[in-house]
Every structure is written in structure tokens, then in C-alpha cells.
């Protein structure tokens, strides 16, 4: 029955043709040039219009991929330091995958903490912070993060020789406590409150309307490629640095992690830099169309 009642959009063409077809015809030069070759026939106002606005948040996706790399360590590097920290609290042994959880907590509380009263209350003074500046604000979040790591990491190798099982596999652990690892996780969770859901939000509310669902899965796929960005420059630093000089062993005890640490949280860093950079420039798509309105009533008033 709600079958029959469901109203279905009519569909207008494949996003990806119209891109490579605008992109093709105005030689990426200026996009308005596709439609004056075709005369309107082909590629409309309206087409020229969604792949600008389409091309517009291409930059914003790009430079999430390094936050996205940083955030990658909470699944893996994180969890090798997890291996080698003193599992036992109150003489019960603490999953080692446990301590994520808190990057899951600090989600569940932030969000509605931050919809509900912050973000209604700095509207009320006229200080709501945009979309793009909340993403900057959560990559500083995701810096703290590896930084906090990697002084964990300095002070947990000064207090390792205890010998702890996990499984069937036997570590030399610190006897510093797997809870100091309660902040990095912490602070990783508030930083995906507010680069990834404010990243979300902003794809969603920029992207045009035939090219929605194009534009949410290029930002989910940024995660992925982001991960592919952390193994690159893991493969790139145990390339340069070798044996008993490499960051990352299979024994960390034996590496530099801390090293590894610092480099996500300076790459993420200059990521930032870079982001505000774009930011500042950045038009969105509710200004634009006010300076539209303005020059056409302008214009009628002439």
C-alpha cells in the first residue's frame, strides 16, 4: 500500500555524465562556456550551475583525507601501544579493544551537547560557528590526539618489563595503566564530532540536489582513502628509516612509535593550516544565492 503512495523523483541522467560532459566542453577552463558552445541545449544554467557548485567542495573533501589518515591510528597503532600497557584493573584484565569504547562515549555525549545547548546558545550571542570552521576545530581535537599518544608512548617505554597474556601471546608490557590511554581516545572521539559529522552535514547541505547522493559517497569514501593515506606514510617512513632505526616494529618496544605519533600530528597540523586557507574563501551555497537575489532586485530597481 505505501508502495503505491510513494512519490518517486523523475530521473534526469547519470551526475557522473553531466560532470565529464560540462567538464569536457568548457575544457575546464569556465564552466559557462559549455553552456554558450551548446547553446542552452545540452548543458542548461541550471547543469552549469551543479557542476560548479559539484567542483566547489572537492578541495573541502581533499583535505579531510590527512584527518582521516590521523584518525585511522585509533584502529591500529593505538591498539599495538593498548598491547604493551598494563591491562589489569582491579585485578581483572581489561579488553585491549575496550578503551575504544570512550572515542564512542565522548561521540554519544558531544552530539547532543553541542545541538541541543552549545550551538543554540552561541546562535542566540551571534557567534554560531560555520560548518567548515567546526571541521577545523575537530582536526586541532585529532592533533591533541596523536600528540597525547606519542607523550604516553615516551613515558610508557621508561616503564616496561611486565610480562602480561593476551590470548595465547605473552608481551613485555608497561606497568603504566591502559587508562592513560583514556584521553587520546577521548579527544579522537571529539574530533569526529566535529570534522566528521560537521563534514557530513556540510556535503549534505552544499551539494547540489541531483548530485546528493554523489557528493555523501566521495566524503565516506575519503575515509577509506584516508586509511590507505596512514599505511602510505607508514611504508614511506620504514622505507627511510630502517632496523633498528624504524618507527614501527613489530615489537614496539624495540621502535619509535612516539615518532609516528608526532609525524600524524604535524601532517595534521599543516592539514589544518591548508583547511583555513580554503575555508576562508569558501562561499556557501545560501550566500551565493543571496548575492544573486540582491544583484537581480538591484538590477529591477534600475
Given at each position: 500500500?505505501?508502495r503505491?503512495?510513494?512519490?518517486?523523483?523523475?530521473?534526469?541522467?547519470?551526475?557522473f555524465?553531466?560532470?565529464?560532459g560540462i567538464c569536457?566542453?568548457?575544457?575546464?577552463?569556465g564552466?559557462?562556456r559549455?553552456?554558450?558552445r551548446?547553446?542552452?541545449?545540452i548543458?542548461?544554467?541550471?547543469?552549469?550551475?551543479r557542476?560548479?557548485?559539484f567542483?566547489?567542495?572537492?578541495?573541502?573533501?581533499?583535505?579531510?583525507?590527512?584527518?582521516?589518515?590521523?584518525?585511522?591510528?585509533?584502529?591500529?597503532?593505538f591498539?599495538?601501544?593498548?598491547?604493551?600497557?598494563?591491562i589489569?584493573?582491579?585485578?581483572?584484565?581489561?579488553p585491549?579493544?575496550?578503551?575504544?569504547s570512550?572515542?564512542?562515549?565522548a561521540?554519544?555525549?558531544l552530539?547532543?551537547l553541542?545541538?541541543i545547548?552549545?550551538?543554540?546558545?552561541?546562535?542566540?550571542i551571534?557567534?554560531p560557528?560555520s560548518?567548515?570552521?567546526?571541521?577545523?576545530l575537530?582536526?586541532?581535537?585529532?592533533?591533541?590526539s596523536v600528540?597525547?599518544a606519542?607523550?604516553l608512548e615516551?613515558?610508557?617505554?621508561k616503564?616496561?618489563?611486565v610480562?602480561?597474556?593476551?590470548?595465547?601471546?605473552?608481551?613485555?608490557?608497561s606497568?603504566v595503566?591502559?587508562?592513560t590511554?583514556?584521553?587520546?581516545f577521548?579527544?579522537m572521539?571529539?574530533?569526529?564530532?566535529?570534522?566528521s559529522?560537521?563534514g557530513?552535514?556540510?556535503?549534505?547541505?552544499?551539494?547540489?540536489?541531483?548530485m546528493?547522493g554523489?557528493?555523501?559517497g566521495?566524503?565516506l569514501?575519503?575515509?577509506?582513502?584516508?586509511a590507505?593515506?596512514a599505511?602510505?606514510?607508514?611504508?614511506?617512513v620504514?622505507?627511510?628509516?630502517?632496523?633498528?632505526?624504524?618507527?614501527?616494529?613489530?615489537?614496539i618496544?624495540?621502535?619509535?612509535?612516539?615518532?609516528?605519533?608526532f609525524?600524524?600530528?604535524?601532517?595534521t597540523?599543516?592539514?589544518?593550516?591548508?583547511?583555513?586557507?580554503?575555508?576562508?574563501?569558501?562561499?556557501y551555497s545560501?550566500e551565493?544565492?543571496?548575492e544573486?537575489?540582491?544583484?537581480?532586485?538591484?538590477?529591477?530597481?534600475?
Amino acid at each position: 500500500m505505501s508502495r503505491n503512495r510513494y512519490i518517486t523523483a523523475s530521473e534526469e541522467g547519470s551526475p557522473f555524465k553531466e560532470i565529464v560532459g560540462i567538464c569536457w566542453a568548457s575544457g575546464c577552463i569556465g564552466f559557462d562556456r559549455a553552456e554558450r558552445r551548446n547553446h542552452g541545449r545540452i548543458y542548461t544554467k541550471e547543469s552549469v550551475k551543479r557542476v560548479r557548485a559539484f567542483c566547489k567542495i572537492l578541495p573541502v573533501f581533499g583535505l579531510v583525507i590527512v584527518y582521516f589518515g590521523t584518525y585511522a591510528q585509533t584502529s591500529s597503532t593505538f591498539f599495538l601501544q593498548s598491547e604493551r600497557l598494563d591491562i589489569s584493573i582491579l585485578s581483572k584484565n581489561v579488553p585491549v579493544a575496550a578503551l575504544g569504547s570512550f572515542d564512542n562515549i565522548a561521540i554519544l555525549i558531544l552530539i547532543p551537547l553541542m545541538e541541543i545547548f552549545i550551538y543554540p546558545l552561541l546562535e542566540k550571542i551571534n557567534r554560531p560557528p560555520s560548518l567548515l570552521q567546526r571541521m577545523g576545530l575537530g582536526m586541532i581535537f585529532a592533533v591533541l590526539s596523536v600528540v597525547a599518544a606519542g607523550v604516553l608512548e615516551i613515558y610508557r617505554k621508561k616503564e616496561h618489563g611486565v610480562i602480561q597474556k593476551i590470548v595465547d601471546t605473552k608481551y613485555n608490557a608497561s606497568s603504566v595503566s591502559i587508562l592513560t590511554q583514556i584521553p587520546q581516545f577521548t579527544l579522537m572521539g571529539t574530533s569526529e564530532v566535529f570534522t566528521s559529522v560537521s563534514g557530513m552535514e556540510f556535503t549534505y547541505s552544499e551539494a547540489p540536489d541531483m548530485m546528493k547522493g554523489v557528493c555523501m559517497g566521495l566524503y565516506l569514501d575519503t575515509i577509506g582513502i584516508g586509511a590507505f593515506f596512514a599505511l602510505m606514510i607508514i611504508a614511506i617512513v620504514n622505507g627511510i628509516f630502517k632496523g633498528t632505526d624504524s618507527w614501527l616494529q613489530d615489537d614496539i618496544n624495540k621502535g619509535k612509535a612516539e615518532n609516528l605519533f608526532f609525524l600524524f600530528a604535524v601532517l595534521t597540523f599543516v592539514n589544518f593550516i591548508l583547511f583555513i586557507f580554503v575555508a576562508k574563501r569558501y562561499k556557501y551555497s545560501k550566500e551565493q544565492n543571496n548575492e544573486r537575489s540582491h544583484d537581480t532586485c538591484h538590477d529591477q530597481d534600475d
